[in-house]
C-alpha cells in the first residue's frame, strides 16, 4: 500500500504561482511513477503531468505546458508541481497519483491522495 498526502492548495490570484507537494509513505518512493490529475468543478477529472520512477521522462497536458513543472525528491518521498502563470481555468482539486510504467510507456496509477484544492481568482 502507498499513502499519498498532497498539500500546498490555496486562493491565488491569476498570474500568480503555487507548489504542491505530495508525500508517499508505504513502499520504496523511487520505483513508482507519479502523477498529478485535477478535478474541476462539474467536469470529469484530467490528466495535468506524470514523471516516470526515474525522473528522467515527463509528460504535460497541453493546458499546462510550459507554465507547470513536475519534480520529485526521492530522498524526501515526495513529488513536487510548481504551477506559474496560473489562470482561472487551473480551478480545481489537485490529485496526486502512484503506480507503474511498463516497458512500453504505459502508466497505471494504484493509488491516489486525497486532493487539494486551487483556486485561481480573476
Known amino acids: 500500500q502507498v499513502q499519498l498526502v498532497e498539500s500546498g492548495g490555496g486562493l491565488v490570484q491569476a498570474g500568480g504561482s503555487l507548489r504542491l507537494s505530495c508525500a508517499a509513505s508505504?513502499?520504496?518512493?523511487?520505483?513508482?511513477?507519479m502523477g498529478w490529475f485535477r478535478q474541476a468543478p462539474g467536469k470529469e477529472r484530467e490528466f495535468v503531468v506524470r514523471?516516470?520512477?526515474?525522473?528522467?521522462?515527463?509528460d504535460y497536458s497541453d493546458s499546462v505546458k510550459g507554465r507547470f513543472t513536475i519534480s520529485r525528491d526521492n530522498a524526501k518521498n515526495t513529488v513536487y508541481l510548481q504551477m506559474n502563470s496560473l489562470k482561472p481555468e487551473d480551478t480545481a482539486v489537485y490529485y496526486c497519483?502512484?503506480?507503474?510504467?511498463?516497458?512500453?510507456?504505459?502508466?497505471?496509477?494504484?493509488?491516489w491522495g486525497q486532493g487539494t484544492q486551487v483556486t485561481v481568482s480573476s
Open positions: 508505504g513502499r520504496t518512493f523511487s520505483n513508482l511513477a
Open positions: 497519483a502512484a503506480g507503474s510504467v511498463d516497458i512500453f510507456g504505459r502508466y497505471e496509477y494504484h493509488y
Open positions: 514523471i516516470h520512477w526515474s525522473g528522467g521522462s515527463t
